[in-house]
């Protein structure tokens, strides 16, 4: 059976493709020119490098785009599902107002141990709130205290629960608050057919469930692999 495509637009209504190909000269000029990553920052990506699923690492560019948002929005309450090693939660944290908030949920307690010792070296480890658990239940029990109280959530977690995840952060996110969900473009294998395998289509489900929203505004930005900025409306 073939994936649930959407129907592609008639021939003199598509628009103009003037989105680069990103071959890996481009990237390396793009970081060059456009990244500033922080020594604590690079350092843990080298560290994060020596894992055989360091590919889950966020890249540069990506955790720079998160921690510029964040310094756009000023949040007060940000919950992030999925650490990894905590390059992403690294970044948030520097980012964000010293009265700010940032939980982080992460299954693997190996991940959280790195992710918390850099956040220690930064002297942010006080703004950060870590659960070593699976997300479902946490965000679950957040519902009865937290909900519509967070101003920033980002979601960077295994894909078999994606639906999920993304349905309870837009009750945990407040009206006018920032959802940004990685991994969107899932290496472009979304866009190709023959890829019918379980997290191809759930990203592709995904996709289409946000574009059909009418609670929200979005954007999939085709940095890093595809992240998806989604603006619940008031």
């Not at 009265?99 to 141990?113: G, H, S, T, Y």
């Not at 957040?142 to 959530?153: A, V």
């Not at 395998?197 to 929203?213: A, C, F, S």
Request: aromatic share 8%.
């Amino acid at each position: 059976m073939l994936p649930n495509f959407p129907k592609p637009l008639p021939e003199d209504d598509k628009p103009t493709n003037r989105t680069i190909n990103v071959d890996d000269r481009l990237y390396q000029y793009l970081v060059d020119v456009s990244v500033r990553e922080d020594d604590l920052l690079r350092a843990l990506r080298r560290e994060t490098a020596q894992y055989h699923m360091a590919r889950m690492q966020l890249s540069p560019e990506v955790g720079q785009l998160l921690a510029l948002l964040i310094k756009f929005q000023s949040p007060k309450k940000i919950l992030e599902i999925g650490v990894f090693t905590g390059y992403s939660t690294l970044s948030m944290a520097m980012a964000m107002p010293n009265n700010a908030q940032l939980i982080a949920i992460e299954k693997k307690q190996m991940w959280l141990d790195i992710a918390t010792r850099y956040l220690e070296q930064a002297g942010v480890i006080d703004r950060v709130t870590t659960y070593c658990d699976k997300a479902l239940p946490v965000m679950t029990s957040f519902l009865d205290t937290e909900r519509e109280s967070f101003d920033f959530i980002f979601i960077d977690a295994d894909k078999q629960n994606l639906l999920a995840y993304y349905q309870l952060a837009k009750q945990l996110l407040r009206p006018g608050g920032c959802l940004l969900i990685d991994n969107t473009l899932w290496w472009g294998n979304v866009a190709d057919e023959s890829f019918t395998d379980k997290d191809t289509k759930i990203v592709r489900e995904l996709n289409l469930t946000i574009h059909k929203d009418k609670d929200v505004e979005l954007s999939l930005i085709p940095i890093g692999d595809g992240l998806t900025l989604v603006r619940k409306n008031t």
